[in-house]
């Protein structure tokens, strides 16, 4: 009998360990692409990574840069970008020179909202303005280490039936470092996001100008089919006057919105995908509460029309969650 307890505990022991085993082995550690310190891709990455590892998803975040290839080729399973830029990378068109074509779209995060800013005393409140003084006006340009930042300017321009060629091209080497010349006076039109940080930095510099303002975009059918030429995934949002925000103190614009969406590769499991977006869709709060960009997600426009075709994990939740894709 004694005999019989032992081996009923060795068998026991045995099966746990195999069970541990087992675990241990099916346990993924999913890799996730987060982008420079800082960054909308950064924080968005880290903020939804603390998300899935709180819901049983192992997440590793790498801070790399240029990442989406690695994405396609399956070196790193999910990352970030804006909505025109995943559609670049697939087909190896705008700034990227190679296809990727085994990209695949999660769903879109939230929407980044940007425009063209100017000092407020040149009165260059519509493209109509600006084109008017096009040729007098210096605007920064190339962004060598941001290549996407002049497709988004190339839209705005092209909206108010311009290009980079009627304006005096002043290079600058990223997103950040356009706003700074814009606050140094260095060039007098740049994008700049809504209320961020640099661009409140270069108001103050400007306060004897009037601060910054934007450049309201034309919302006729023509213009903002002009504008998706350069940005298919954008649109041209309304904004009322508001003292509170950036650019907006004066009077209201038309400014430009692009989908921020996480993306992953083709390979990746169905169920992993499905999870992950779930987890994404069902979990607003703690993500506002990690990155606050978070609180303009909506579940509802999670799949927007895109040349990037959807995963099937990503779109079994959204058939699951009655969220319409491509709408």
Aim: hydrophobic fraction near 45%; aromatic fraction near 8%.
């Amino acid at each position: 009998m004694k005999h019989f307890r032992h081996l009923k505990r060795a068998i026991c022991a045995g099966l746990a360990g195999a069970a541990f085993i087992a675990t241990t082995a099916s346990a993924q550690v999913v890799t996730m692409a987060t982008g420079a310190q800082g960054s909308v891709a950064f924080n968005s990455g880290q903020a939804v990574a603390k998300v899935a590892n709180e819901n049983g998803i192992t997440v590793r975040t790498q801070p790399l840069v240029g990442y989406l290839p690695l994405i396609s080729s399956g070196e790193v399973d999910f990352g970030f970008s804006n909505g025109v830029e995943a559609a670049f990378a697939l087909t190896g068109t705008g700034n990227y020179d190679r296809a990727s074509p085994n990209l695949r779209l999660v769903g879109v995060m939230f929407p980044l909202t940007t425009g063209l800013m100017a000092p407020c005393d040149l009165g260059l409140t519509s493209v109509a303005e600006l084109k008017a003084k096009a040729g007098d006006l210096r605007i920064a340009s190339e962004y060598t280490s941001s290549t996407i930042i002049p497709y988004y300017i190339g839209g705005g321009l092209a909206n108010g039936g311009m290009t980079y060629d009627d304006f005096q091209q002043v290079p600058v080497a990223s997103f950040v470092a356009g706003i700074n010349a814009l606050g140094d006076g260095l060039v007098d039109v740049a994008l700049v996001s809504l209320n961020a940080g640099a661009g409140k930095q270069a108001a103050v510099k400007l306060q004897n100008r009037g601060g910054l303002c934007y450049v309201s975009l034309d919302t006729s059918d023509d213009a903002v089919a002009a504008f998706k030429k350069f940005l298919p995934a954008g649109t041209v949002a309304p904004f009322k006057q508001n003292e509170n925000i950036l650019g907006l103190e004066q009077y209201g614009a038309n400014i430009m919105r692009i989908p921020w969406m996480m993306l992953t590769n083709a390979d990746v499991s169905e169920d992993l995908v499905y999870d992950l977006t779930k987890i994404v869709a069902e979990n607003n709060e703690a993500l506002t509460e990690s990155f606050g960009l978070f609180r303009l997600a909506k579940p509802e426009t999670m799949a927007p029309a895109n040349e990037v075709p959807y995963h099937p994990g990503a779109m079994r939740y959204f058939e699951e969650a009655g969220i319409k894709v491509g709408g």
